[in-house]
C-alpha cells in the first residue's frame, strides 16, 4: 500500500512497482466495482494495481484480503441455468491513495505500508527524464531483486520467529531475507 499526499508520485510508483515484474497494459487501473471484476483483472495480470483509491469498503477489503491469501468465486456459466464458473486466484496487489486504504486490520495486516514523502519542486523531474533513467536502472533494481530472493530462500530453512505474527510464512521469507537487502537481523 502506498500512500502520501498529492504531488508524492504515488501512482508512477505504482506503475513502475508493476512494471519490474509485470509489463500488463494497462499499469494501473481504478478501483474494481465488485468482486467479480477483481477476480477477472487478476486472472489476467501477475500483479493487480489500483490508483487512487478513496478508502476501501468492507466487502472491497474482504476481497481485497481473499484474493491477497488466495481464494474463490463463482458466477453462472453464461447462457447457462444451472451451471457455475469458480475462479481461484492469488495475486500481489498494490493499492495507493491519499486517505487510509486499509482503515478495517484484516487488510492492514496482509499489507506492507509506505508513506511517500511529497516531492519538492526541486527535485521534480519530468517524466520522460525519470522513465529514461528508471529504465537504466531496471537491469540493477530486479537483479538486486532476485539475489535478496535467492538469499531468503537459502536462509529461510534456519529462520525460526520467536512471535509469530498474522500472515507468518511471509513473515518468515522476509526475515530470511534481512541478509540480501543488508539489514540487520531483526530489522523487519
Not at 502520501?4 to 499499469?27: M, Y
Not at 483509491?53 to 477489503?61: E, M, P, R, Y
Request: hydrophobic share 40%; net charge negative.
Amino acid at each position: 500500500m502506498l500512500q502520501g499526499e498529492q504531488g508524492s508520485a504515488k501512482s508512477t510508483v505504482t506503475k513502475l512497482l508493476r512494471s519490474i515484474v509485470d509489463p500488463f497494459k494497462p499499469a494501473i487501473r481504478s478501483a474494481p466495482r465488485n468482486e467479480h471484476e477483481l477476480i477477472i483483472s487478476a486472472r489476467n495480470a501477475w500483479i493487480t494495481a489500483y490508483d487512487n483509491l478513496s478508502g476501501v469498503n468492507i466487502a472491497k477489503s474482504d476481497a481485497f484480503c481473499r484474493l491477497s491469501t488466495g481464494g474463490g468465486f463463482s458466477a453462472r456459466t453464461l447462457y447457462s441455468d444451472d451451471e457455475e464458473t469458480l475462479f481461484d486466484v492469488q495475486r500481489p496487489l498494490i493499492l495507493n491513495g491519499i486517505d487510509d486504504i486499509a482503515s478495517r486490520q484484516d487488510l492492514a495486516d496482509r499489507a506492507i505500508s509506505i508513506t511517500l514523502p511529497p516531492i519538492s519542486d526541486e527535485d521534480r523531474k519530468e517524466e520522460k527524464q525519470f522513465l529514461e533513467e528508471f529504465e537504466l536502472a531496471l537491469p540493477l533494481i530486479l537483479g538486486s531483486l532476485l539475489s535478496a530472493l535467492s538469499i531468503a530462500l537459502r536462509e529461510l530453512p534456519q529462520v525460526e520467529l520467536t512471535d509469530r505474527p498474522r500472515m507468518a510464512d511471509f513473515a518468515r521469507l522476509a526475515s530470511a531475507g534481512e541478509i540480501g537487502f543488508g539489514w540487520s537481523k531483526g530489522t523487519f
